[in-house]
Structure formats: structure tokens, C-alpha cells
């Protein structure tokens, strides 16, 4: 495998993108990564600023959420493999769809949560080839699956 094209969905409140993209640089893997747009305000005003205002504020975020929905799937399509974090603050109801939109495509899915969400995800974690607790292992799992090598 050359490259390999990886989506990273999910929490947006800690660094576990940077890590993970850090740790695939430093072991020269040739991963190309996409996500979601981490900047708030850019993702929740997306529609308003493109379709113009709205007074209501259901409109307002529904217009936001179509235009993100619209750049997610084709990234989802586009990629090898879907990785979603689940964090533990913030519920991540659209982490949730991606998953089962990826799994769906059958696309290869990594779910990546703490032990304290196991339960609550245990469905979520069914659909998945892998869950992991860290980007540590996600990265160990992308270079087995492009190079066969375990490093330990």
C-alpha cells in the first residue's frame, strides 16, 4: 500500500489528531489525513454564512449541519479507513453517525475510547475491526496494515 487516506472523526477537545499524525510522521508512514472542520464556529455558522441568515436557531444549525454532512460523507467515502475518537467530556452524536455511515460503506473502522465509555459504546464498538484507548494504537494498527511490521 502507497499511501493510505484516514479520516479522523469525533472529539475535537484534545490533541489525539496531532499525536496520531506526529507518530505516523516520525515512523515514515505515507498516511494522508482528513476530518471534520475543528474550528466551531466555522462548522456551526457554515450554513448561515454560505445560504445567508436565519432567525431561528433550529435553521440556523440544520443549514450548518447539511453543509458539514455534505463534506464528511465525501471524505468518508474518499478514505481507507475511519478512525473515531469518542472523548469523555462532550457527547459526539456526529462521531456516532460517522461510524455507522463508515460502517455502512464498509470502510475499515477504528474506534478509539476510554474503558469508562466501553458499555455505553458496546454497539458502536461492534461495528468496528479494532477498538483502541490511544493514538499509540491506532498508529501500531496502520502500520501493521501497510507494512505487516510489528514494532513492539
Not at 489528531?17 to 489525513?33: D, M, S, Y
Not at 440556523?60 to 475518537?85: S, Y
Request: aromatic share 8%; glycine share 6%; net charge negative.
Amino acid at each position: 500500500m502507497n499511501t493510505m487516506n484516514v479520516y479522523l472523526s469525533g472529539e475535537i477537545h484534545t490533541d489525539w489528531r496531532e499525536q496520531l499524525i506526529a507518530l505516523t510522521k516520525k515512523r515514515g508512514l505515507n498516511v494522508e489525513f482528513s476530518g471534520p472542520v475543528t474550528i466551531h464556529e466555522n462548522s456551526d455558522d457554515c450554513g448561515v454564512n454560505i445560504l445567508g441568515p436565519e432567525p431561528n436557531s433550529f435553521w440556523h444549525d440544520h443549514k450548518g449541519a447539511k453543509i458539514n454532512a455534505i463534506r464528511t460523507r465525501n471524505l468518508i467515502q474518499k478514505a481507507d479507513l475511519v478512525v473515531v475518537r469518542f472523548g469523555e467530556k462532550y457527547k459526539q452524536w456526529n462521531a456516532a453517525f460517522d461510524a455507522g455511515y463508515a460502517s455502512g460503506l464498509n470502510k475499515a473502522l477504528i474506534i478509539m475510547h476510554d474503558e469508562q465509555h466501553a458499555h455505553a459504546l458496546k454497539e458502536v464498538d461492534a461495528a468496528s475491526l479494532a477498538v483502541t484507548s490511544t493514538p499509540e494504537q491506532v498508529v501500531k494498527i496502520i502500520e501493521y496494515v501497510m507494512n505487516g511490521s510489528l514494532d513492539n
